[in-house]
């Protein structure tokens, strides 16, 4: 896109661009007009738009606009410029911003408020309504202070669980939120799920990768396959199997439905169709159906499938397409199709490019979130932290080294990588053991690098390697935990006196900061006068040895 830098009026916008052109088309009229253009390809559309009341009236005239990027705006850049009409960009830099408007958008969003990104906009700081307090622990797990957990009962990194929940034995929860008021039986499994309020899950049921709304009720053995959404009070019976992708609701599905691609809306008047009972369709199952055994689930209401509720039939795209919006991860036959077919298209592109383009293909409308996998070191990252929090909990110092070297090799990474790696995983460690104040902060921090010195000085054998433990830091100052940033310049003095980072390592982390931007010059600005220090030590100390 192109903007305008004094005003950020917005120029050009071109959301589907391709890649593999070296060029981009822009009419002269734009360049006549505007004597300086920024033009950016490196920028993520949040889809948060705030419009004066005449955008309604212009989609009244216009109706044959369907997309709010390739028709409205593109529109009003091209052909409505001369009615006065302008957009107007704001760019953010340190905070978060983005549209939930699929179930995938909202899964990732989730995870990236309870992932801190989203800080201070995280559970344990702020409570939204009549929401109870929140505290963090270990491996990104939230609790309310009212929470009964078995002590069998497992919880996975990054769970939430809140207040007045019970949770049974041998139950295991990861990568999942659990709502207010839920009551959770034995030997339940629960993976990568939004579990509502006032939910009764009954032993032996696991859900994967699905949400579950308010006062829905699982009856014992009853299993969610990934990608379902079980809406209000849905009632699912006992050892009853809910295929993937499905959709459950007391309600029928409304018809006459809008075609638009971002946004849906169904007309409350216009009747409903035929949706089936959830009985009929899941006869097609690859499972076999079983017979509810509860008197309360009648085959008058249900058929032999054992829940209480209409399944909504998918639209124009059918089943097929479900996993594009769906919480469940993407499959990986669906994966290695996309990656073929852009590898057919473009055998000639580059990898990068091949990455950028099945960003593209892997959503269906522009305003999806992309949900491409994880790089090799951020997967490598993970797993040391993960590698990590058993050593805190008592597994041996060379025991960990031999998985951390054991984890770098499978991922073909470098020294490097595990020096920023561990001293990623020693920082977040002070910050979950740390109160909320900067000096209890710095105090576990010191206490952390002390106790893990031998460690990361394992990774730190050369210039490069410090240096990455130095980038490292700086960007988590920056964007991951930025509770660090009003202290990056207490703490670099430590790391040099701990020897895990050296004199030239630090003069040449600030020596190749000094023509870049302001904005990426902060925390060397920060610790200019420890910067200084230490080269006015090494100029005395060249004077020395010229004596």
């Known amino acids: 896109m192109a903007i305008a830098p004094e005003t950020k009026e917005l120029r050009y916008y071109e959301d589907r661009a391709d890649g593999s052109h070296l060029c981009v088309t822009i009419d002269k009229d734009i360049l006549a007009s505007n004597p300086t253009l920024q033009l950016h390809n490196n920028m993520e559309d949040c889809y948060i738009d705030i419009c004066s009341p005449e955008v309604l009236s212009l989609f009244t005239d216009n109706f044959d606009y369907q997309h709010l990027r390739r028709h409205f705006v593109k529109g009003l850049l091209v052909d409505d410029v001369n009615y006065g009409y302008r957009i107007y960009t704001h760019e953010i830099h340190s905070s978060y911003a983005a549209r939930v408007d699929n179930f995938r958008s909202y899964d990732a969003v989730s995870k990236d408020i309870i992932q801190r990104w989203t800080y201070p906009m995280v559970p344990d700081v702020l409570s939204f309504g009549n929401c109870h307090e929140m505290k963090l622990h270990r491996q990104g797990i939230y609790k309310a202070a009212d929470v009964t957990l078995s002590h069998s009962a497992q919880i996975g990194a990054n769970s939430v669980i809140g207040n007045g929940t019970n949770i049974g034995e041998q139950c295991k929860v990861s990568n999942s939120v659990i709502g207010e008021g839920c009551s959770i039986g034995k030997n339940v499994l629960i993976h990568g799920s939004y579990i509502w309020d006032n939910v009764m899950i009954e032993d032996g049921c696991k859900v994967s990768n699905s949400l579950v709304c308010d006062d829905v009720h699982l009856r014992a053995g009853a299993v969610v396959e990934p990608g379902c959404i079980l809406s209000f009070k849905i009632k699912v019976g006992k050892n009853v199997v809910v295929p993937a992708y499905s959709k459950v609701s007391l309600l029928e599905k409304p018809s006459n439905e809008d075609s638009d691609e971002e946004l849906e809306y169904a007309d409350t008047n216009s009747g409903v169709t035929d949706s089936p009972p959830f009985s009929s369709m899941r006869s097609n199952a690859d499972h076999p159906t079983v017979e509810s055994e509860d008197e309360d689930l009648g085959a008058s209401e249900t058929g032999t499938s054992g829940v209480l509720g209409y399944i909504w039939a998918s639209g124009d795209t059918g089943t097929q397409e479900e996993w594009r919006q769906s919480i469940a991860p993407i499959p990986k036959e669906k994966l290695q199709e996309l990656q073929h077919a852009i590898a057919v298209d473009d055998v000639d592109g580059s990898e990068e490019d091949l990455n950028n383009r099945l960003r593209e293909a892997d959503h269906d409308n522009d305003s999806e979130i992309s949900v491409v996998e994880d790089d090799d070191y951020t997967k490598f990252e993970k797993e040391v932290e993960e590698t990590f ?22 991922y073909s990474l470098q020294h490097a990588d595990c020096a920023g790696a561990v001293f990623y995983s020693i920082m977040t460690s002070a910050l979950v053991a740390a109160q909320s104040t900067n000096e209890s902060l710095l105090k576990s921090t010191a206490d952390a690098l002390t106790k893990w010195r031998d460690l990361l000085r394992n990774y730190t054998k050369t210039v490069d390697e410090e240096m990455e433990i130095l980038l490292k830091f700086e960007e988590m100052c920056q964007d991951i935990t930025n509770e660090f940033s009003s202290l990056f310049s207490k703490i670099l003095p430590y790391l040099y006196d701990k020897e895990l980072v050296s ?45």
């Open 389 to 410: 929090q058993r050593a805190l909990d008592g597994v041996h110092q060379d025991n960990l080294i031999l998985e951390i070297n054991a984890l770098r090799l499978s």
């Open 503 to 547: 004199e030239d390592a630090i003069l040449r982390w600030a020596e190749e900061k000094e023509n870049a931007d302001e904005s990426d010059k902060v925390f060397v600005n920060q610790s200019d006068a420890f910067i200084q220090w230490l080269k006015e030590a090494e100029e005395e100390e060249d004077e020395d040895e010229e004596e």
